[in-house]
């Protein structure tokens, strides 16, 4: 159990960002199966974002829906592209939704705002309204992308994260940071500590897709790329600690 002189130790430690975007993959949701959604994992990444949360940092998220279906892939066999892309901004709300449920089962409360008006499951996106819940210290999940097809949800992340005002984008990742080539087939892999928004488009160095980067980058907004899967990963980076790359100007 921990210590009162331990828990006052964590509620002194001041983060480094006021206000944050999370941006996630749907695939991070899913675990060790191969579809859909794994609700030890969304719970666990709950945790992380409470961790957080609890240091008074402001909570931007969007999450990815490939764990579900994702439009790029439905259009490759066949389907008409802006529709699978409809389908995919679907499969992002379900994956807010599940993760709505999970912070708000650990005392964290969350408001599910979305680009696609759907009034009986979540709220349209009003960016004042989506200002203020952030100010009331509530988690805003935004789902459905930006609302257009032909959008990833990289670019509605730095979208938002820029209507938001928020500081950073955190990008949680299967790898503690930006590699020079993949560390899971290359053991000569080299860990970029910081790299700037142009080398990651001349490398191809797969942090977000193009127009995020360039989104990201003609507004100054640092990207933290960080290993979802280091327990307590994203806490100890606001409180300048841990292994991660910053993508910056």
């Not at 964290?108 to 009986?120: G, L, Y």
Request: net charge negative; with cysteine.
């Amino acid at each position: 159990m921990e210590s009162a002189s331990q828990s006052n130790e964590n509620s002194d430690v001041k983060p480094t960002f006021k206000r944050v975007m999370l941006k996630i993959s749907g695939e991070a949701l899913m675990g060790d199966q191969g579809y859909g959604l794994h609700p030890p994992t969304v719970e666990r990444i709950a945790a992380e974002v409470k961790s957080v949360h609890d240091m008074g940092t402001e909570i931007c998220m969007v999450i990815g829906g490939g764990n579900i279906f994702r439009g790029l892939q439905g259009s490759a066999q066949g389907m008409e592209r802006t529709t699978a892309d409809y389908m995919g901004m679907l499969a992002t709300v379900m994956n807010a939704l599940a993760m709505q449920s999970a912070l708000e089962g650990i005392g964290v409360f969350t408001r599910v705002i979305s680009a696609i008006p759907m009034d009986q499951v979540c709220e349209p996106y009003i960016r004042r309204r989506a200002v203020r819940h952030l100010e009331k210290a509530r988690v805003c999940i935004f789902a459905a992308g930006t609302g257009n097809p032909y959008f990833t949800t990289d670019t509605a992340a730095t979208l938002r994260a820029n209507e938001m005002t928020c500081e950073a984008i955190f990008k949680g990742t299967k790898v503690d940071g930006v590699y020079d080539k993949d560390p899971a087939k290359h053991d000569d892999a080299v860990r970029y500590d910081r790299v700037s928004y142009d080398e990651v488009l001349q490398k191809h160095l797969g942090v977000m897709d193009a127009s995020a980067i360039a989104l990201a980058r003609d507004n100054n907004l640092p990207i933290i790329v960080f290993s979802l899967d280091e327990p307590g990963g994203f806490k100890g980076i606001l409180a300048g600690e841990g292994t991660y790359t910053t993508v910056h100007s």
